[in-house]
């Protein structure tokens, strides 16, 4: 009898305003419209996805004390569009990007709560923290929390909120909760019904040592990246490694790296349009705007087709705003001025050759048995797939990939369940009243 193949979990990431986009093209349109959500959305659940993925930006990012050209657009508060998109899928998974920093557990079980019962059960929440008293200046309290402490807040946020969803029981009359730690005292009656899913779907964002350990405490996901299959793998065998001390199973967590792809009918085809569309990602302005960030300066008088700067980075710089700081631009510097040198690459040669390329490219058949590959040898459990055009960028995936997919055996031909928790061959949390 042939063991049957591990399959493949997917999840598409509206892309948003990030330089993930190719703004420049003909066919990206609005970042806001509805429209753009929705056929994103569509193009995902036709192609049997698990779930649709939104980030979350609570302040716009500024540079040189202005507003970041990509963040003028801004974005539509998630839960909300989640819930229109609710009424326009029948069993897409619906994940939003919640800030345990800035927000409070009641409310934010509320939320959830209502989004699992208005999508059926196809409710998830993305959780995220931030270290940034830049963003605080939009909430009362400020908000700025140092790095130990804002994994303490999130992990109390995530029981907390655990808390309320158990306070009713299936079916049954509301029970009173109370809530006493360091983050969080508060006590009374849970106001929405248990969900169908008994508990939305948890995702934690990192790759830190902090944020691999809160996924294994306390996430059913985790969105993490990686480049290579070898560190991949080694991703997997750590967190997945970390999960029997919280009495959990290698199965409880799935870990789903957010990914690009290219797709061309021949190799060389796709990799001329990926070397296109790095070049259209990273333009002179942005390439400059890149440098920037790392150096802390204002370099808008070096040439972009020029070399490197001789000056060194000023790590106590504001020049960017909004943006996780760089821990170690001193090194960074150095390694692309010695990439520089030793290739001859100007500033922006430099910056396409260090960031954000492709992380799947090739025909459809290539890059179906890569991401195979990858799944099949422990090096994920499925893929959020980020495409570089809005809202279309799905769509050749869908038509020309997953087909092939599910030739292999690899993934689904439909849905089998109605609930995310099922999609993602998760256990329903029993419930503790």
Do not use: C
């Amino acid at each position: 009898m042939t063991e049957r193949k591990k399959q493949i979990h997917l999840a598409a990431h509206f892309p948003g305003v990030n330089s993930t986009t190719v703004w420049a093209d003909p066919r990206s349109a609005s970042q806001i419209d509805f429209s753009s959500f929705e056929h994103l959305a569509r193009a995902a659940e036709r192609g049997r996805f698990d779930f649709f993925f939104l980030a979350e930006g609570l302040r716009l990012r500024e540079h040189k004390g202005r507003i970041h050209d990509l963040d003028v657009v801004g974005r539509p508060e998630s839960i909300t569009l989640l819930n229109a998109l609710a009424a326009v899928t029948d069993r897409l998974g619906l994940a939003a990007t919640v800030n345990a920093t800035f927000n409070e557990p009641y409310e934010t079980a509320r939320r959830f709560a209502s989004l699992d019962h208005l999508s059926g059960g196809r409710a998830a929440w993305n959780v995220v923290t931030s270290p940034d008293a830049f963003t605080g200046e939009n909430f009362r309290r400020g908000g700025y929390l140092d790095r130990a402490d804002r994994y303490g807040r999130a992990a109390e946020f995530v029981a907390t909120t655990r808390e309320l969803w158990d306070s009713r029981g299936p079916g049954g009359a509301p029970g009173p909760f109370a809530h006493h730690g360091r983050h969080f005292s508060i006590e009374g009656t849970f106001g929405v019904p248990r969900s169908p899913q008994g508990h939305p779907v948890v995702i934690q964002a990192g790759d830190s040592d902090e944020g691999r350990q809160f996924a294994a405490s306390a996430a059913d996901v985790i969105f993490t990246r990686h480049g290579t299959l070898e560190a991949g793998r080694a991703f997997y065998a750590d967190v997945k490694g970390r999960l029997a001390r919280y009495g959990r199973e290698p199965d409880d967590l799935k870990i789903m790296p957010g990914v690009t792809f290219v797709l061309g009918d021949t190799a060389a085809e796709a990799q001329e349009k990926a070397a296109e569309i790095r070049h259209q990602q990273v333009s002179p302005q942005n390439a400059i705007l890149a440098l920037e960030q790392i150096w802390g300066r204002d370099l808008s008088a070096y040439d972009p087709d020029g070399p490197l700067p001789d000056i060194d980075p000023d790590p106590d710089s504001a020049l960017v705003q909004g943006r996780v700081k760089i821990t170690n631009p001193f090194e960074i510097a150095a390694k692309w001025r010695a990439l520089s040198e030793a290739k001859g690459l100007s500033i922006r040669q430099t910056v396409i050759e260090n960031t954000g390329r492709q992380s799947f490219i090739g025909t459809p058949g290539d890059v179906a048995a890569q991401l195979d590959a990858f799944v099949q040898s422990d090096a994920a459990d499925g893929f959020i797939l980020i495409p570089h055009l809005t809202p279309g960028g799905l769509d050749d995936f869908v038509d020309r990939v997953v087909p092939l997919l599910q030739e292999r055996g690899a993934f689904r031909t439909e849905y089998t369940g109605s609930t995310l928790r099922s999609h993602l061959g998760l256990r329903t949390p029993v419930w503790k009243g």
